[in-house]
């Protein structure tokens, strides 16, 4: 799951409209947050293997520390402590809206991935394995993208152009990842992916900003 984890965002932000878009966009990618740090390190390891998936190369085979279902539940926790910490105003509802927008990543990874995801340590690997129907799959995201989205556009906040403009675009890129070629290496696959979380988040951030006027003098 890519794109379709944002679906969460925009459907959690109008849930909690005093959580910024831009938070939200980073708690539903963090695990994969952690997650590219740890394999640029070695702690966590990902191989490429071309049709280990019919549509991500990717045997994420060691990533206990990240996307084990009890360390995703630690990371959903943590989110919650640190969110009341950083922004108390805004009270334990909007606190537990982070934390299962951290949580939601492990539930639709469950639905796309292969076997690889373990319960606890490295043990007891689940997943649906969508990611071997491909039209499937790119329709989930797609449905979860644009659905949050929707939602999202409810709140009468947003920039309801560029919003979708960027859902299109996010889309897009979906798209090349699961038909285009594979990643040259695990490192460029982290580094990639990082990158395209970060981006994503301040995109939003930009787009939640409010207008300018500017008068003339």
Same mark, same amino acid.
């Given at each position: 799951?890519?794109?379709?984890?944002?679906?969460?965002?925009?459907?959690?932000?109008?849930?909690? /409209?005093?959580? #910024? %878009?831009?938070?939200?966009?980073?708690? !539903?990618? +963090?695990?994969?947050?952690?997650?590219?740090? =740890?394999? @640029?390190?070695?702690?966590?390891?990902?191989?490429?293997?071309?049709?280990?998936?019919?549509?991500?190369?990717?045997?994420?085979?060691?990533?206990?520390?990240?996307?084990?279902?009890?360390?995703?539940?630690?990371?959903?926790?943590?989110?919650?402590?640190?969110?009341?910490?950083?922004?108390?105003?805004?009270?334990?509802?909007?606190?537990?809206?982070?934390?299962?927008?951290?949580?939601?990543?492990?539930?639709?990874?469950?639905?796309?991935?292969? /076997?690889?995801? #373990? %319960?606890?340590?490295?043990?007891?690997? !689940?997943? +649906?394995?969508?990611?071997?129907?491909?039209? =499937?799959? @790119?329709?989930?995201?797609?449905?979860?993208?644009?659905?949050?989205?929707?939602?999202?556009?409810?709140?009468?906040?947003?920039?309801?152009?560029?919003?979708?403009?960027?859902?299109?675009?996010?889309?897009?890129?979906?798209?090349?990842?699961?038909?285009?070629?594979?990643?040259?290496?695990?490192?460029?696959?982290?580094?990639?992916?990082?990158?395209?979380?970060?981006?994503?988040?301040?995109?939003?951030?930009?787009?939640?900003?409010?207008?300018?006027?500017?008068? #003339?003098?």
């Amino acid at each position: 799951m890519f794109v379709g984890h944002y679906g969460v965002s925009f459907a959690a932000r109008k849930t909690a /409209p005093s959580v #910024p %878009l831009w938070v939200l966009f980073v708690a !539903v990618q +963090l695990l994969d947050f952690v997650w590219a740090p =740890l394999v @640029l390190l070695g702690i966590e390891k990902v191989r490429i293997v071309p049709g280990i998936t019919a549509s991500n190369p990717l045997d994420l085979y060691y990533m206990p520390y990240t996307h084990g279902l009890v360390a995703a539940l630690l990371w959903s926790t943590g989110a919650f402590v640190v969110y009341r910490l950083a922004r108390p105003r805004d009270g334990r509802k909007s606190a537990l809206v982070v934390a299962a927008a951290v949580f939601s990543h492990w539930v639709l990874d469950f639905v796309v991935h292969r /076997p690889d995801l #373990p %319960l606890y340590d490295d043990t007891a690997k !689940v997943g +649906l394995g969508l990611w071997n129907s491909p039209a =499937l799959a @790119l329709g989930l995201e797609a449905a979860l993208l644009f659905g949050g989205m929707w939602l999202y556009l409810q709140t009468g906040t947003a920039r309801r152009m560029a919003t979708a403009g960027f859902c299109v675009l996010m889309l897009a890129i979906q798209v090349y990842v699961f038909f285009g070629p594979p990643p040259v290496s695990d490192k460029a696959a982290a580094l990639t992916a990082i990158a395209a979380y970060i981006v994503f988040a301040a995109v939003t951030r930009a787009l939640e900003r409010p207008w300018r006027i500017v008068t #003339p003098a």
